[in-house]
């Protein structure tokens, strides 16, 4: 169902303490009762932040696409589940980057974190060069196309999209919210032309690139995007609230 949602992506940052102690704040706030609260902690604090979490939901930052096995270092979205993740970030462009993950990696995740009863937010976007080339369009239809479209149809209507331009992520540098709108109407539109509208008139678009306090609003007020993916601006408590009241 196509809601407004506000995600954190924490990376890896924060401590034990300092996760901890960001929900006992947010906990004492009031958050808008028509925003889902999203946050993706370093998975390794995932357990711990269950019993804190108040009306937040849990996502992990990242999962194999193996349920278990001999895979050092790696978490299986069973783990995630069973940590107390409701969703799990995917295709994120530093894991496509810095970890070379290939489109097929990304297609056997999805499917297993929707095997494990998880919700992916499946992450798209070009890099600046694509962009001046003009292919920003062919580069994104081509990454949802091939890591998303061989789910079915109740299989994708679990997939929240992320669209983040990897030239505004962390860099201070924000789409313009005509870019947004633009890409997040295109994204629709290709799943329509796959899914069908009603579909494509349900699923979640995010934008996620440098959204903070001073951009949310103007972003949000497009008519495709549905909310944020937040990095940077996440972690303090009272800008993720501010954040979440900018619809
Ligand atoms: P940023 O990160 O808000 O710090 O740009 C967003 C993201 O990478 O999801």
């Not at 993916?229 to 972690?235: D, E, N, Q, R, Y």
Request: charged share 20%; proline share 2%; aromatic share 10%.
């Amino acid at each position: 169902m196509r809601r407004k949602i506000v995600a954190a992506n924490w990376k890896m940052n924060m401590t034990g303490e300092t996760a901890h102690n960001f929900f006992s704040q947010l906990n004492q706030m009031t958050w808008p009762d028509d925003v889902d609260a999203i946050v993706a902690p370093p998975n390794l604090y995932l357990q711990g932040l269950h019993s804190i979490k108040g009306n937040a939901k849990l996502c992990g930052q990242n999962c194999h696409s193996e349920q278990s096995g001999a895979y050092t270092g790696e978490v299986s979205a069973a783990m995630l589940s069973d940590a107390g993740a409701s969703y799990c970030l995917v295709g994120h462009s530093e894991r496509r980057k810095y970890f070379l993950e290939s489109s097929s990696f990304l297609k056997a995740k999805v499917t297993a974190i929707l095997d494990n009863g998880l919700f992916p937010i499946y992450c798209c976007g070009e890099t600046e060069s694509e962009r001046r080339n003009d292919t920003h369009f062919d580069v994104v239809k081509n990454q949802i196309s091939n890591d998303l479209f061989g789910l079915s149809n109740s299989e994708f209507g679990k997939v929240i999209i992320a669209y983040e331009p990897v030239w505004a992520i962390g860099t201070g540098l924000t789409a313009t919210s005509d870019q947004a709108q633009e890409m997040h109407y295109f994204i629709r539109s290709v799943v329509r032309e796959k899914y069908g509208s009603d579909i494509a008139d349900d699923v979640c678009l995010l934008y996620g690139g440098s959204c903070n306090t001073t951009n949310a609003k103007d972003l949000f007020s497009c008519k495709d995007v549905d909310g944020g993916l937040i990095g940077g601006a996440s972690m303090d408590p009272q800008s993720f609230l501010q954040i979440a009241q900018s619809f």
